[in-house]
Structure formats: structure tokens, C-alpha cells
């Protein structure tokens, strides 16, 4: 059996490289090799997670991004995205249990923080009445013929953060929460 093991002169390092089957041997380690495979399906499954948490929702506009709130005693149930983005437009829907209804108008209490930090745009339909104080903005809304009635707050902020809102029926209780906008 002939030896193919051989050594070849490398004439730029002047050293000598041992040869195997016609091939430069460059030798191996294994341990080193096995941890870079384990760093490498740890780096796939992180990016696994992030794009499963993504299309649920987590990011914004999906699944877990849409929340719920509903009290019998605030005289309403509102709809809303938890997690939005800046600079992009969303909607709190409020429908009003009939509870909040008074003399054929309902009233609701928007707190500063859905006009300054959430971008409040627009509100769908028109309020008959609007007032400035308080904290808030009071909208007074007619009730003939549109039971029940929904409100919604057209929403663009401008920028990211954690933001709590109140929303409040008078002399009702008062429900709120927080949105996360990202960037």
C-alpha cells in the first residue's frame, strides 16, 4: 500500500503542509464546530420567535395587538389597538350600552392624552357639542334613531411610548388603558 501522506513546500510562509489524498490536510476541531452549530439554532430559533410574535401581533396590527374593554358600569365597550405604530393610523371604536343614553344624548369623556400623545384626528359620526377642559375634551352625541351608538376616534401618533388614555361616560365610571406605539 503506497503512503499518500506527503508534505508540500509553501515557498510564501517557507513552512511545510501535510498532504492527504492530493489535499492540503487542514485538520479540524470538532469541539469549536459543535458549539458554532449550537449558537447557530439558538440565532434560527430567536429569529423563528420574532417572526411568529410579529404575524400575532406583538409589533402591531395583528392578533395580540387588538384589545377589549368592556364594564357594564362605565356605560360603554371599547375597541382598540394596545400595540399601534407612529405615524400610523388607527381606531378606537366605543359602542354605548344604553345605560349611558340621557335625554335621547350620550356625553363622553376623552382624556388629553388620546388628543395629544394618541393624535386624535377625527371623530366619526360629528359630535353635536364639543368642550375643552378638565383635563379632556367633552363630546355630546345624539342618540334618535342610531341605537346603539358607536363612536370612533380616528388615532395617529406621532411618536413611540407607553400611553395611558381615560375615556368616561359622566357620572359613570371611568375606563382607560395604555397603548404601546412603536416606531
Do not use: C
Not at 7 to 29: R, T, Y
Not at 152 to 174: N, Y
Amino acid at each position: 500500500m503506497a503512503d499518500d501522506s506527503k508534505k508540500l513546500f509553501d515557498p510564501v510562509s517557507g513552512d511545510e503542509m501535510p498532504k492527504v489524498d492530493n489535499a492540503v490536510a487542514v485538520g479540524e476541531d470538532l469541539r469549536f464546530q459543535e458549539r458554532w452549530w449550537t449558537f447557530e439554532r439558538i440565532v434560527w430559533s430567536v429569529f423563528a420567535l420574532i417572526l411568529l410574535a410579529d404575524v400575532l401581533g406583538v409589533f402591531g396590527r395583528g392578533w395580540l395587538a387588538k384589545a377589549e374593554l368592556k364594564n357594564e358600569n362605565s356605560g360603554m365597550q371599547v375597541k382598540y389597538e394596545r400595540v399601534q405604530r407612529a405615524m400610523t393610523p388607527s381606531v378606537v371604536s366605543i359602542q354605548f350600552l344604553p345605560a349611558a343614553v340621557h335625554n335621547g344624548n350620550v356625553q363622553l369623556y376623552v382624556s388629553n392624552s388620546v388628543v395629544k400623545d394618541l393624535g386624535e384626528s377625527r371623530v366619526i359620526p360629528e359630535p353635536e357639542h364639543s368642550t375643552i377642559g378638565d383635563g379632556g375634551v367633552l363630546y355630546s352625541f345624539p342618540t334618535q334613531g342610531r341605537e346603539p351608538l358607536t363612536v370612533d376616534l380616528e388615532l395617529q401618533s406621532s411618536f413611540p411610548g407607553v400611553h395611558p388614555f381615560t375615556l368616561q361616560v359622566p357620572g359613570m365610571q371611568a375606563t382607560g388603558s395604555r397603548v404601546v406605539v412603536m416606531p
